[in-house]
Structure formats: structure tokens, C-alpha cells
């Protein structure tokens, strides 16, 4: 994967994404999205996350791998150094790197932007189970993010009840006056 690009995303990407993003919402608890949204909503919410937060992609020979993106952590105005964080990569090129690199670059762009706490929220079930692993939990562990908030049973995705704990990591300096 040494060809890989990482850029801004833009409109047109939204049919590539929406394609890596497809299967984690019919397969998977990793989203408690049920239903996959049409090209056009899903463009929608990308258009509306990059009027403000850094949406990138990782792109090979102009194949989109994967995503990442930051979207308001609350909307109040206290809350303006702190994002939520989303990363997909495509499901067949998992641990082959993209995930990290997408996060090094959305961790940068953050920071120009003042940014100062990273929060992921995640899906959560112990055991694992088939729609659900550990992956993302300790992906965001090597990344340097801290679990802060366990909340059980409050997500019901293919009959089943799953966790939902926030991690969260501080990538700046928390002054009087940011």
C-alpha cells in the first residue's frame, strides 16, 4: 500500500464511499444505522460535515479505500474543541494500514483547527460475537485514546443488544484562553 494518497474529500466521492460504507451498516453492529442511506443523503452528510470538519479519503490509483471524517461532538458552543470521529476502510483491506494513516492525517488537519479532543464513539460487546469485534477498540488504544464512558445495552442491532463506550484523545493543550 505504498501508493496510497490521502486527500480532501470531495462530492463526487460519495458513491465510493457510501460503497465502503454499505457493508458495515447490512453486516455489521460496527453502525447502529439500519438502513444503508441513498447516494444522494449520504452526499448530503458529507457536504454538511465539510463545511466545517476535515473529511478525507485514501485513494490508490483512484480507488477510494477508505474514510475518515470529523463532525461536531455537540453542538454547543463549549464544545468547540472537541469532534467525533469516524474511520471506514474497506473490509477487505483491513490491517494493511489505511486506518492509521487516515487517522495521522485527520489528527493533523484537526489540530491546524484548533482542535484539542478526538472522540470515538464505538460499539462494544464482550464476547465478540459475528457482527461485532474488538477491532475498533483496540485500534483506537494503539492511537492513543482512553476509554471514558461505558454505556450498556443501548444499541439493538440484529436482535441482540450491544454497549456503546466513548474513547476519547486530547491532542492539545487545554489553555485558559485556546
Not at 106 to 119: A, D, P, Y
Request: proline fraction near 3%; glycine fraction near 6%.
Amino acid at each position: 500500500m505504498t501508493g496510497v494518497n490521502i486527500r480532501d474529500a470531495v462530492a463526487s466521492d460519495a458513491k465510493a464511499v457510501l460503497a465502503i460504507y454499505a457493508p458495515y451498516v447490512e453486516k455489521t453492529a460496527v453502525t447502529f444505522e439500519y438502513d444503508v442511506p441513498s447516494e444522494d443523503e449520504f452526499r448530503r452528510r458529507m457536504e454538511t460535515v465539510m463545511q466545517k470538519y476535515p473529511w478525507i479519503v485514501a485513494e490508490e490509483e483512484g480507488r477510494i479505500l477508505g474514510y475518515a471524517y470529523a463532525s461536531a461532538f455537540k453542538a454547543r458552543d463549549a464544545y468547540q474543541w472537541a469532534v467525533e470521529t469516524s474511520i471506514y476502510v474497506d473490509s477487505s483491506l483491513k490491517r494493511c494500514g489505511i486506518g492509521r494513516r487516515l487517522h495521522e492525517a485527520l489528527e493533523q488537519r484537526l489540530k491546524v483547527l484548533g482542535i484539542l479532543n478526538m472522540n470515538a464513539c464505538i460499539s462494544f460487546i464482550e464476547p465478540e460475537d459475528e457482527y461485532l469485534t474488538l477491532d475498533s477498540v483496540r485500534f483506537h488504544e494503539r492511537l492513543g485514546y482512553q476509554e471514558v464512558a461505558h454505556f450498556h445495552l443501548c444499541g439493538k442491532k440484529f436482535g441482540r443488544w450491544y454497549d456503546m463506550i466513548w474513547m476519547e484523545k486530547l491532542i492539545g493543550e487545554h489553555r485558559n484562553n485556546p
